[in-house]
């Protein structure tokens, strides 16, 4: 019964006891007086009617007015006190009630503050000892960390039923080489979208059988969808009872190795196969020739020209098998970044050390990222400066690095006569020595394995001459300034009854523990707020598992809406027109966004605006979500029924949630997320636990807004 | 009367040295350059053996094996010769209805031994 309801009923009992004590009271004095006095009072009555009703009505309404101060005062105001007092509770600890109304509430408010003063600092008392016991814990779980992050080996981790629980930036790195983005591996994901079903069962199945001490793993070969073709070593974990808990996958990108090992096959097979044939032609003709010597000259001549004839196809056969393995040796070249400085100190050691010239290093360049095989390098720049130093006598040498768009100049100078291109290419075509530089045999070769070249400028200055090796630079990370997004408006409400529909009937969901599920809290900006014209310009999306928002797996993507951003907007966002110019189009982007949002309940702030822009793409993107869909705003509906204002910022200071980063997408999914996971205690409180719960509170909360709605008009 | 051998090779170079031996060894030869050429000299040559490479073009060697035992040609010796020397398609080849398979390169002394072999011991 609500606190009006209530009110209302007090009044009009109050009312009707007056009217019946009244009532009673004329009974009794009537059938006391005489007949005489009767007609008295009946004309003095009569007359004073109008008086004596308006003086009761005003005494009702006097009485009345009073209760109803007195109930303000103390009923709703207790009602507001328990109402945040349960929020301190439940929610946010460090929230403190405003004392106001009468002193007895402003006491009760105090002594609750004081009480939640003390319970705060009692629990942080509790929480520090807490953390100071999971110290030890904690450091070695962060050690454990730090291995498997330093692990070059791909590792994940997965529950019995696949969803991974654990993994590394290798594994990680190693299953987004496919161009899958965003990536498949995240907490709490099935590794059954990267590797196939039947595959991990058939091998969980040869480990069930095999006894424990001779197969602690096996090794599977499997391929992603993505067109990787990996070398998986697969090991139980079991629990106490020896029981398989779940499993560790050690995961190794085996696609190029395969590829060089079946083109090295291939060159095998071609070798023995093709030799077999000219070897067996040549036998026969030489063995027919020694075992029947009469045979006559026209004949002989035909047997050794056979012979000639197939050994040399033989050598020019041999000669390509060489060639051919030497390619696949170059492919497996492999150029790492380097900082300049590092080349050009190894460098200069490098000429010290092993041809015994000075070197002197140049200043510029030291900051920059080479990609090269720095031992190729040293190797190819000291046979030069052996060769000139043996040629012209050179023993100070200097080197400088410089850039030059996206090849960087080494160069190796000395004070002297320029050289002569006639001499460099000898040098560069001269076998280095000592086995070569890796698996280069001659500068020019390692020039060509940088993609590079090699020269001596002849318009060097007065007295001072130098050879130039052009190298490439690495790639710069890719950078994406955004300007600081000005605060400005939020977007309107806008709700849409369709999104509690339950487009996906799921008992077994409907009445899973919030805390047993994964949510996917995510927000977009627009180019405008009308979804009829406006396109989505921006997809920010972070996951929760296991109650925790997970802000290493987000999900941030930009896109080209094919048409102008209203200044207006750009000034909520920061996103401007000219940002957008060359991202991926919608088309692109969604498909990634399901991929992301698989298998999880949307959230999301006034959702429903959210979700008009992505249905109106659904059709020409052939993307559906028709997961659940959960609405923060609608949730604080429920929660917090009393409270006007349910805007993002509103809920987060109620809530004890700090805001940064806000008016991005990601941002705001971020910030949505917390709020969300804050809004659970409170649904807890309400004995709302499950998603089945909560979807018909706010279902329910949603109809009487509505009902409200249409009676107030 | 002669003894008929059909060599069945693409490469001049081996079928020179073939013919000889044979010849030598007083056989009568003819020679076919691929499967389909095998299949219709058998037909009208009527080898009692045929020396037949595994490689050749339009129809290779386990096709015409096949295919000759298949039409009924169950007296015809045939010796398979290749550069293929993996024990699976010596496996392939005997299951395919071979009489032998040599592999290359092999010793023409050998080879001449084990085509007598084949035609002479089993008289």
Known sequence: MTARLRLVLIVTALSVYVLVALVALAAAVSSDLGSVEREVLERVLRREASLAIFIGLLFLAGLAFVISLLFKQYVVGAGRLGREAELIAAANPSHRIEPSGPPELRAIAGAVNQLAGRAESGQEGIRAQIAAARVDLEQERNRLAALMSELTLAVLVCNADGRILLYNVAAKELLSRDGAAPSPVGLGRSIFAILDRSLVAHALERIGTADAATAASVHLAASTSGGLLLRVAMAPVRDREGEAAGFVLILEDVTETAETSLSRDALLRSLTEDSRSAVANIRAAVESMLDYPRMDADERQRFAAV????????????????????????????????????LLTALQRSLERESGVKAEVGDAGHGLWLKVDSYALVRALGHIARSLHADAAVTRFSLDLGQAGRYARLDLGWEGAPLAEERLRVWVEEPLGNGGAGLASTVREVVERHGGEVFAPADAGAGTAYVRLLVPVAEPAAQRPRPAPVAASSRPDFYDFDLLRSSEENPERDEAELDKLGFTVFDTETTGLRPA????????????????????????????PGRPVDPASTRVHGISSEMLAGQPTIDEVLPLFARFAEDSVLVGHNVGFDLRFLELNEARTGVRFTQPVLDTLLISAVVQPEEEDHSLEAMAARLGVSVVGRHTALGDAILTGEIFLKQWRLLATLGLGTLGDVREAVRRSYLARVSESLYTG | MARKVLIVDDEPNIVLSLEFLMQQRGYETHVARDGDEALAEVERFRPDLVLLDVMLPRRDGFEVCQRLRAEGWSELKI????????????????????????????????????VADMLEGAE
């Open chain 1, 307 to 342: 012979i000639r004839h197939e050994a040399e196809a033989l050598s020019e056969r041999v000669e390509g098998a060489a060639r051919q393995s030497a390619a696949q040796l170059a492919d497996q070249w492999s150029l790492s970044d380097m900082l300049g400085s590092d």
């Open chain 1, 533 to 560: 014209e406006d396109e989505i310009i921006a997809i920010g999306a972070v996951r929760i598992v296991n109650s925790r928002l997970l802000r290493q797996e987000t999900f941030d993507r930009l896109i080209d």
């Open chain 2, 79 to 114: 010796l398979m010769l290749t550069a293929r020397g993996r024990d699976v398609e010596i496996e392939k080849g005997l299951s395919l209805g071979a009489d032998g398979y040599v592999t290359k390169p092999f010793s023409t002394a050998e080879l001449v031994a084990r």
